[in-house]
């Protein structure tokens, strides 16, 4: 089975159920960026944020690899959705005002996620980290979790403006994970 077919039978079960809350971190520093900026989701699932974002009045554009889940996030929000591969991403360098991605770790993303970022574009990330394994649920493997301060590394060169890992208890449940917001610096004279 293919990373793309697991994910559409996981996601096959819970389509048009209802969405588990979403990060309360992650939707507060998105509210806090200007109402203007399209939010990129990336990986979005069914919409776990990018549905409330669009329902608070953001403008939302939900990337996912599995076309049903972004359906599902379109049905229940006024968004853009748009099935794709994070590898092969259909967006223009420099285009993009805001990527949120959460519980979705592919290294690669991180080589050309800056370059998407149009100057003064803001990433917004969360994901678990090898500290999850000790609460014996969530994902397992290197691949999947972060190292220690390992997040902040992989965002370089974009500007670090928040960073912060450890045990996180919102309405999303109980995790170990990294968050981290970052900024592409504006070139002086551009
Ligand atoms: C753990 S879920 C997280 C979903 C959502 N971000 C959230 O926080 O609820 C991981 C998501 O990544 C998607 N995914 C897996 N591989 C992908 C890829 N190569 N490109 C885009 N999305 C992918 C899956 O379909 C799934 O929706």
């Known amino acids: 089975m293919t990373d793309r ?5 996981r996601h096959r079960a819970a389509l048009g159920g209802p969405l588990g809350a979403p990060s309360a971190w992650v939707v ?38 599995v076309a049903a889940a ?31 991605c959460v519980n979705f770790l ?6 050309t996620l800056p370059s998407l970022l149009r100057p003064g574009g803001t990433a917004i990330i969360e994901t678990f980290t090898v500290a999850q394994r000790s609460l014996g649920r969530g ?6 979790l972060l190292r220690r301060d390992e997040l902040p590394a992989l965002l370089a060169p974009l500007a670090i403006l928040e960073h912060r890992e450890g045990l996180v208890r919102d309405d999303a449940g109980e995790r170990y994970v990294a968050q981290a917001m970052a900024m592409k610096e504006v070139m002086a004279g551009r």
């Open 28 to 65: 507060s520093r998105a509210l806090g960026l200007s109402a203007r900026d399209v939010i990129v989701d990336l990986a979005a699932g069914r919409g776990r944020h990018a549905v409330p974002l669009a329902r608070a009045g953001r403008r939302v554009i939900a990337i996912d690899i």
């Open 106 to 111: 592919d290294r690669d993303l991180f080589t």
């Open 70 to 100: 972004v359906a599902d996030a379109r049905a229940a929000a006024a968004l853009l959705a748009i099935t794709a591969d994070a590898s092969m991403l259909p967006l223009r360098g420099e285009s993009i005002d805001a990527i949120v």
């Open 139 to 144: 994902p397992t493997t290197d691949a999947h």
């Open 5 to 9: 077919e697991d994910w559409e039978s």
